[in-house]
C-alpha cells in the first residue's frame, strides 16, 4: 500500500551533516507514523528516530538525540533526517519506515513497510 525510497545517503566526515529523504507513494500519507531504522555491517537493525502523523511528537534513540532530527511534510508525502555531527558509529544502512497507526513506536515490528535503504558512511 505504500511505496518508499530512501535518498541523501553518502560519505561525509566525522562531524559533518547530511539530510536523508524518503518519499513516500500513496494518498493517506498523512494516517501513518514514519520513521527510520538504521543497520550497520555485522549488527542489528536498530531504532533511529519516529514520527507521529502530524510531525508533532518524535522520539530518538539515546545515540543519535541532539544530532538528528526526524520531520515530515505531509502535503509532499516526505519524510526526512537531518543528521549533524555524525560519528563514524553512525555508518549504517538507513531505512525509512511506515507504520500502519497514527502514532509513534520505537519497535521494528511495528512497521509494515520499508524502504530499500541508503547508505551512510562517516570516516573518521
Known amino acids: 500500500q505504500v511505496q518508499l525510497i530512501e535518498s541523501g545517503g553518502g560519505l561525509v566526515q566525522a562531524g559533518g551533516s547530511l539530510r536523508l529523504s524518503c518519499a513516500a507513494s500513496g494518498r493517506t500519507f498523512s494516517r501513518y507514523a514514519m520513521g527510520w531504522f538504521r543497520q550497520a555491517p555485522g549488527k542489528e537493525r536498530e531504532f533511529v528516530a519516529t514520527?507521529?502523523?502530524?510531525?508533532?511528537?518524535?522520539e530518538y534513540a539515546d545515540s543519535v538525540k541532539g544530532r538528528f532530527t526526524i520531520s515530515r511534510d505531509n502535503a509532499k508525502n516526505m519524510v526526512y533526517l537531518q543528521m549533524n555531527s555524525l560519528k563514524p558509529e553512525d555508518t549504517a544502512v538507513y531505512y525509512c519506515?511506515?507504520?500502519?497507526?497514527?502514532?509513534?513506536?520505537?519497535?521494528?515490528?511495528?512497521?509494515?513497510?520499508w524502504g530499500q535503504g541508503t547508505q551512510v558512511t562517516v570516516s573518521s
Open positions: 519506515v511506515a507504520r500502519n497507526n497514527l502514532f509513534i513506536s520505537a519497535r521494528s515490528r511495528e512497521y509494515a513497510y
Open positions: 514520527v507521529n502523523w502530524s510531525g508533532g511528537d518524535t
